[in-house]
Structure formats: structure tokens, C-alpha cells
């Protein structure tokens, strides 16, 4: 699925409809935020253990027909942090170290890899896991695009040629073991930055799940 890529402008201000002096109705339980495609994402691991959730996942890249969360660009709050600091809430150090070297960023759960090209753009060195081994083929090929070096306005383009360009590099593995680890230069290198937009989560919903 390739959804046209929305104009950050339209996507990451909160849209204020005239303020009302009516009564507030009480919030709606968590569950009843959800939308349909995340209840149906929802309802396709529910009846799996977590050991079988990795294979869920790379069932549904190998369909390719359900993969609603892939918006065809980097995450809007993601570009305003890295593209334009001065309106983001939060900003990050310095893509060089003190000694001159790119730091390192890893994106888990990189799907088709458009986090990493930003964090790539923007002079970090850039790995996105993937537990899909599809997602990670799916990942290299975008990211050796003529269009992962562009962006729908610019985004994924080299930042500061001073600085320069960083790897974006995809590695298969689990987010919650560390074989893939050595592949990425081993423990010991660490990362400067971690960008889970979702995998993380996964946590607190296997925990739900299994005391439910
Ligand atoms: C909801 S999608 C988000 C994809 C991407 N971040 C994006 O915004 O387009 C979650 C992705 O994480 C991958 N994934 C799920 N669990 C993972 C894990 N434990 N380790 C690494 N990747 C994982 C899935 O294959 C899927 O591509």
C-alpha cells in the first residue's frame, strides 16, 4: 500500500475545532479508540503466543495486502524533529560525536525503512531492524531507491553536506534477542539513538494479553 504522502503541514499540527460550552460526555475506554484496522491488526496475533507473533508479521508482508500502517513516508513528528528543530517539542544533540564520528541510530520494526532514510539524511549512521525477513528485503530494496534519497519534499536529501550522509543499512532480527547485534558492529558500539515508533509496545500488549 502507497498512500499519498500527506503535507507535514497538514499532518502534524493538532487540528482545534471551535471550542464548545456544552457538557463533556466521559472518555471512551482505550478499546473503543481503536479503528478498524487496528482491531483487525489487533485480531490477527490475538489468538497467537508472542513466540509466533514474528511469523505473523512476515505473513502479512508475504500477503502485502494488509499493511495499514505504512503511510508511504517517515513519520511527520519524526521529520520536525530531525528537519526542522526549532518547531519540534524535543530536539536531539548533534548527529558527530565529540570525536567526529556519526553517531548511530537504530529504527526496530524499520518496515519499509523511511525512519531510517531520515536518520540517514539527517548524518546518522542508520540501522533498521526488521523480524520480517520480506519487511528487511522489502527495507534494502526502497533504500537503494532513487526516491529514498529524495522524499516527497525533500526529506530524505543529505541535510548538511558538512556533516554528510550516513549508512542506512537493514538487518533481520528480533528486537527481543540479540543475535542480529553483531551484524551492527556488536554490543559494544551501542546506539546514540533508538526510534521505536511501535515494537516496544509489543511488551505491554503480550502482557495484556496474557492476564486477560
Ligand atoms: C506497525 S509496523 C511499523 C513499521 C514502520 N515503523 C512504519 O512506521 O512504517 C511494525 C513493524 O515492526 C516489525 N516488527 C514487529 N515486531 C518486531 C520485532 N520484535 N523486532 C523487529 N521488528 C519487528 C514488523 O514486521 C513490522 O514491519
New binding site residues.
Partial sequence: MHLSWPSRRHTTRAQHPPRSHAPRSPPKPFAAMANPNQDRLAAFFKSYPASQ??SR??DL?VAGDFIP???GSA?PALIDLLLHPSDATYTLDPPKNAHGKLKRAL??????G??VALFAASGYDAYG????GV?ADVAKTWLASHEAREGNEGEYRTQDEGIGRGKAEVLH????RDDWLEAAGGLGLGFDVIYD???SL?LIWNRFTTLT
Fill in positions: 507473533h514474528p508479521w512476515n508482508w500502517w505504512d503511510r513519520n529504527v526496530p520494526g524499520c518496515g519499509k523511511y525512519d531492524l526488521e523480524v520480517s519487511a532480527g528480533d528486537f527481543f515508533n511501535t515494537v509489543q
